[in-house]
């Protein structure tokens, strides 16, 4: 075996190892801020009507409230979960709270939905606002 394959063969070696933590190497969202924020700079919401653990938001709702999405594959890490919807796609979750951003909010940091029916809420450090 020449030093070139044994230096191939160690490289993908240690790729194969790295890349299954990779799939969960960024977060879903992050705090920008006061306030969670989605990698395309979207308000991230909650949905009171959702509980233990499910999201309530389908249809129509998920039309107007988007949800986060997760990858297949995708791996709970600290807070973060996924949850399967009644389509069986699975969502986003942060501290048992399916996530969501709203179809109204047309640039990074707009809020429109906060409040919206006194149900949706956007996440702050401190938690979902109310």
């Known amino acids: 075996m020449t030093s ?16 299954p933590t990779m799939a969960f190497a960024a977060e879903p969202a992050m705090m920008k801020g006061d306030m969670m924020v989605d990698h395309k700079g979207m308000t991230v919401y909650t949905f009171d009507k959702d509980t233990g653990g499910k999201s309530m938001c389908n249809d129509d709702c998920a039309k107007n409230w988007p949800p986060m999405m997760a990858p297949a ?24 709270k399916p996530l969501y ?3 109204k909010d047309e640039k990074p940091g707009e809020m429109k ?4 029916k006194d149900v949706w809420h956007v996440i702050t450090n401190t938690g979902p606002k109310k």
């Open 4 to 19: 070139h394959t044994f230096s191939f063969k160690t490289l993908m070696l240690a790729a194969a190892l790295i890349l």
């Open 113 to 116: 939905g906060d409040g919206m």
């Open 101 to 103: 951003t709203f179809m």
């Open 73 to 96: 594959g995708a791996k709970a890490e600290g807070k973060w979960t996924t949850i399967k919807r009644d389509d069986g796609t699975m969502q986003w979750a942060y501290d048992g």
